[in-house]
Nanobody
């Protein structure tokens, strides 16, 4: 089993930045890739960014590409999401996720992920 815990959410104004963190614990050696997802009330959860733990290869949703950066510190078992130039439409609950499918390098598909954190709220105001 793997446990994931997010932190770093908060309330900011448009164009400001936030950095989310996700600390993993448990059987982390089984993890192949990790990602960030977000969800607003009444809508489905959407993939934001993904990273392959082996070589750091990344994948981003079009809506955040160029503004968000996913990174990892494998020694510290921590995943990061640097969010710059935030927009009100980025307001959501952000979730950290991890997957173990061996032939997947990166994915923004919910079904590819086995483990989920509880989320951290990000609110962006005008």
């Amino acid at each position: 089993q793997v446990q994931l815990e997010e932190s770093g959410g908060g309330s900011v104004q448009a164009e400001e930045s936030l950095r989310l963190s996700c600390v993993s614990s448990g059987s982390t050696g089984s993890l192949v890739y990790m990602g960030w997802f977000r969800q607003v009330p009444g809508k489905g959860r959407e993939g934001v960014a993904s990273i392959y733990r082996g070589d750091g290869n990344t994948l981003y949703a079009i809506s955040v590409k160029g503004r968000f950066t996913i990174s990892q510190d494998n020694a510290k078992k921590t995943l990061f999401l640097q969010m710059n130039s935030l927009k009100p439409e980025d307001t959501a609950m952000y979730y950290c996720a991890a997957g173990t499918v061996s032939d997947v390098v990166n994915s923004l598909a919910l079904s590819d992920y086995n483990y989920w954190g509880r989320g951290t709220q990000v609110t962006v105001s005008t």
